[in-house]
């Protein structure tokens, strides 16, 4: 019998083996054979220990991750308050903007909670009294619908003589891409656009507020986030365009929008600053999908509650250092750093002469506001 051997032997046992196991297996085989215990008992022994080990892995960077947010995450401990102040948190009715909007009017401020749905806004306002004995306004806003920010923007310009704060808080992540009645990808809509009418059309408001506030919420997601042809993207057809990159997109818009209004507004006392609130617990999706289902395994995991990732927010509102710096990106109360692409004053401008066109406005008259 001619001997086998080097590597083409070793391939010609471990073929023979594999054919042996493979026939072992198959029921319906005329040649099946006995099974080989002993290569089965260590197959299984394999892969029980290789799972233990990647669970542990994954245990042990979960915990370490959650030490780690705890010790870092930032709590806003100022005591200033914020009497006579109106400050307007769109999204108010729950999580992030609800906590916001509590922790304000416990200061002392005048909240209006900007809301979708009325009756989840009344509930939001009946527990911040409960809580601070203060009464909060709510008023609809739709910030898929530029006809309801329209409505919004008149009524508050018609009842409200300040607005020294406006938090950009609502927002979405799509469990697909769909468009809006006003025909526009509905993520970018509701996370950038409807807000960015909001602010143009609030702006001459807050100028005569000043020393005033805006505070738009992002995510860090901004970081693999782009604006490049946010035209397109607007109308939902790009087809590279996925639920996850839509929300990276409209938060890297939010912060472009950021650094222009900050330096647009900064001779005006109206200071312009983002904040990402963190991994937070909250029901950001509407409706559950692959992508938003493992997100809220995440944020369960190691998220922080909704009260934590308002402090930020509290923080950029209230401090005495955010009458004059403007143009920061804050996380845990700190500033951070921003996706370098936002720094470019061409590209800035590019995406607001695009926005104020995608959100029916008049570029010359947009001007005139600064």
């Known amino acids: 019998m001619r001997k086998t051997g080097g590597k083409s032997g070793h391939a010609l046992v471990v073929t023979r083996r594999l054919a042996s196991l493979w026939i072992a297996r198959d029921p319906t085989s005329s040649n099946r054979a006995p099974m080989d215990s002993n290569i089965l008992a260590g197959a299984e022994s394999h892969t029980w220990t290789v799972a233990v080990k990647t669970t542990l892995t994954l245990v042990s960077l979960m915990i370490v991750t959650k030490l780690y947010l705890a010790w870092t995450k930032g709590i806003y401990k100022g005591s200033k308050q914020m009497h006579g102040k109106t400050v307007i948190v769109t999204g108010g009715n729950a999580g992030i903007g609800k906590e916001a909007a509590k922790e304000l009017a416990r200061r002392g401020a005048h909240v209006i909670l900007a809301c979708r749905n009325m009756e989840k806004g009344q509930r939001a306002a009946e527990e911040i009294f409960v809580d601070t004995g203060r009464t909060v306004a709510v008023k609809r806003l739709d910030l898929c619908s530029f006809k309801s920010v329209r409505q919004f923007a008149d009524e508050i310009l018609n009842t409200e003589q300040r607005i020294d704060v406006l938090i950009?808080?609502?927002?979405?992540?799509?469990?697909?891409?769909?468009?809006?009645?006003d025909g526009y990808e509905e993520c970018l809509q509701a996370n950038y656009l409807g807000h960015f009418l909001l602010t143009l059309l609030l702006t001459e408001r807050l100028k005569k507020s000043a020393p005033s506030r805006v505070i738009n919420l992002t995510s860090s997601l901004h970081h693999v986030g782009t604006t490049h042809r946010l035209d397109e993207q607007a109308r939902g057809t790009p087809p590279w365009l996925t639920p996850t990159l839509a929300y990276s997109n409209s938060k890297m818009a939010m912060v472009s929008f950021t650094r222009r209004m900050a330096h647009k507004l900064q001779a005006y006392g109206v200071t312009v600053n983002a904040v990402h609130p963190g991994i937070v617990n909250t029901s950001i999706a509407d409706k559950e999908s692959f992508m938003t289902f493992v997100l809220r395994c995440l944020y369960n995991t190691i998220g922080k509650t909704p009260w934590e990732g308002a402090q930020t927010v509290v923080h950029a509102a209230v401090d005495d250092r955010f009458t004059h710096d403007t143009g920061k990106y804050l996380v845990d109360c700190r500033e951070a750093w921003m996706n370098?692409?936002?720094?470019?004053?061409?590209?800035?401008?590019?995406?607001?002469?695009?926005?104020?066109?995608?959100?029916?406005?008049?570029?010359?008259?947009?001007?005139?506001?600064?």
């Open 340 to 370: 370098w692409r936002a720094l470019g004053g061409q590209e800035a401008r590019k995406v607001f002469e695009t926005s104020v066109g995608l959100v029916g406005l008049n570029l010359d008259e947009v001007q005139k506001l600064f």
């Open 168 to 181: 950009n808080n609502a927002g979405i992540f799509p469990d697909r891409i769909q468009l809006t009645g």
